[in-house]
């Protein structure tokens, strides 16, 4: 019997050691890395450990942040090691405030973005019609508004080309629409037509005519006329969007304005359940300033459909006033082109009020268009208004574009919790700035738009964005040079620069690109970071930023974009 159980007692060791034994069951293998990046300059962004040398991923999140010595136990047969080689990695840059959705108009209509005269925009717009020659409409985007007057385009010039269909192409800030006479005999536009509320039909001044641009609510008269882009194309224009921006290192970004119910949310949503989406959303849903609190019960209806990993509406976009190139953006000094006119909110201060108090009450991150110095301080009195009514929370409430600032407003942002979404990409002495702002706001003004320095210096959280496709490209190192230099990229001289004291560090950009997009986002423990236990996401570049002079940084490419653990994109030149 004793013999017998010790027989049992020797079989049961061996087996456990012969158990042990496998490559599968050794304890160091619990902590083999799927991927290992090794030998780089690690920027994590992450205040306890900033600079690394290696880091692992493992299950799509990082396992390991750290030296070179300490990444070798989590190399095992099976995981895939890349020697950067010195090569920088930051973590996956986010996105504050874009129009993904948009894409398809980009990628699939007639794109004008990269034409710089009236014959060239005519000739895209004929090309189009060659390889389009049984199109029922036409319908582009990304005409500039300083290439042309106070009213805007002229019906004519399209006209020339296209006059049996109708045809809308949209400013590249998308606030105004250019139409042909076609289009503006379809919806009943003539010189009798008045101007709708928050918006402007742009008037010949001797005749009276409507010019074929129509300004802000204005480009709702024709709406009708041409079809919505159905949810096939919008998923098209999405896909393509996320090839382009794992291109640029984009991993996580916020589309601005949806609307609740429409295919533009069944876009997403197919594209996630179907698994193609590439990248993180999260998205703001469209308030009609004609609607008030009735639209809040849909708000929180669609909210809670849309709760998926990767695709979620948690917050809601107000528009409260228009834009400086179309003198409809809401200032505190009157405008210099037009004496005794300071543009206008585009609703009611108590409107502003309810619906702010009411989205706070429910729990919604508000997200505010707002361009002039007046229609910021009356969204930070709303958002005061809302905090008293419900109480103080962690709302992280956003305010983007900010191109004028009443510099007493800036330390409101702090106490109330306000994050600030600015566009670097715009921070330069361009023809806009010469073509229109100086003239419609006088030197002074133009010469103190988009501060960023001081939002960062009174303790404010600053997260950058491109507001694309008004910005294409949408390439974050572009910015990340203009927020550093404020000025054009081939411009160097001292009088190109918009407001010197507003410069700020390439720290400070890459955190508004990185971690604090994150924290806009309610994603600092998700993303933001190359931090053990958050997603991977990550990018590599071909040089590192911080050892190149700044005017080059604009220069630098994206080699490698990893999303969640997977990668996204690589660049053909570098190994993966």
Request: include cysteine; proline fraction near 4%.
């Amino acid at each position: 019997m004793k013999k017998t159980r010790l027989k049992f007692i020797y079989f049961f060791l061996a087996v456990v050691l012969a158990i042990g034994s496998f490559p599968a069951c050794k304890k160091r293998n619990a902590v083999h890395a799927d991927l290992v990046l090794k030998n780089g300059y690690i920027y994590s962004v992450d205040r306890v450990q900033p600079r690394a040398q290696a880091l692992a991923v493992r299950d799509g999140k990082f396992v390991y942040v750290g030296t070179a010595a300490g990444i070798e136990k989590f190399v095992g047969s099976k995981t895939k090691v890349i020697d950067l080689g010195g090569k920088l990695v930051l973590p996956g840059f986010i996105d504050s405030h874009c129009h993904a959705i948009s894409a398809f108009k980009q990628f699939y209509e007639i794109n004008l973005n990269d034409c710089k005269e009236i014959s060239e925009y005519q000739k895209a717009i004929r090309e189009y019609l060659q390889a389009h020659p049984d199109a029922k409409f036409i319908r582009g985007r990304g005409w500039r508004n300083p290439l042309f007057g106070k009213t805007g385009p002229d019906k004519k010039i399209i006209d020339q080309v296209v006059s049996h269909i109708p045809a809308v192409l949209s400013s590249e800030d998308g606030h105004s629409k250019w139409v042909n006479s076609k289009t503006l005999e379809l919806a009943g536009i003539s010189r009798k037509t008045a101007d709708p509320s928050g918006g402007v039909i742009e008037r010949d001044a001797k005749t009276g005519e409507p010019t074929g641009t129509l300004r802000e609510s204005a480009a709702d008269l024709v709406a009708g006329i041409f079809p919505d882009i159905g949810t096939q194309d919008l998923m098209k224009g999405l896909l393509a969007y996320q090839k382009m921006a794992a291109a640029f290192g984009i991993t996580t970004v916020h589309d601005s304005s949806l609307d609740a119910g429409s295919s533009e949310i069944a876009a997403y949503k197919n594209l996630e359940k179907e698994n193609r989406l590439a990248m993180r959303f999260r998205a703001s849903l469209y308030a009609d300033p004609e609607k008030g609190l009735g639209q809040v019960a849909q708000f929180i209806a669609e909210r809670r459909q849309n709760q998926g990993i990767l695709f979620q509406t948690n917050a809601v976009k107000l528009f409260v006033d228009g834009v400086v190139e179309g003198s409809t953006a809401y200032l505190l000094e009157p405008y210099k082109h037009i004496p005794g006119f300071r543009g206008a909110l585009l609703c009611k201060v108590e409107e502003l009020d309810n619906i702010c108090a009411e989205l706070d009450r429910n729990k919604f991150q508000i997200h505010v268009h707002s361009i002039g110095d007046a229609a910021t301080g009356a969204t930070l009195d709303a958002l005061t208004y809302a905090e008293k009514a419900n109480g103080k929370r962690d709302a992280r409430h956003m305010i983007t574009h900010l191109q004028l600032v009443a510099p007493a407003d800036i330390d409101r942002f702090r106490e109330l919790g306000v994050v600030a979404l600015p566009q670097p990409y715009w921070f330069m002495k361009d023809d806009y700035y010469r073509n229109i702002q100086v003239p419609y706001l006088g030197q002074e003004r133009a010469d103190a738009e988009y501060p960023m320095e001081s939002f960062f210096k009174a303790g404010v959280k600053v997260a950058s964005s491109s507001d694309y496709p008004v910005t294409i490209p949408c390439d974050p190192l572009r910015a990340i040079q203009i927020g550093m230099t404020r000025s054009d990229l081939k411009e160097t001289g001292a009088d190109q620069v918009l407001w010197p004291a507003e410069k700020v560090t390439l720290e400070q950009m890459i955190e508004s690109f990185t971690i604090n997009g994150a924290y806009a986002n309610f994603l600092e423990k998700t993303t933001g970071s190359i931090t053990v236990g958050k997603a991977a996401d990550l990018i590599v570049l071909d040089r590192n930023l911080f050892q190149i002079p700044v005017a080059q940084i604009s220069r630098a490419k994206v080699l490698l974009t990893i999303f969640a653990g997977r990668k996204v994109f690589a660049d053909g030149s570098f190994d993966f």
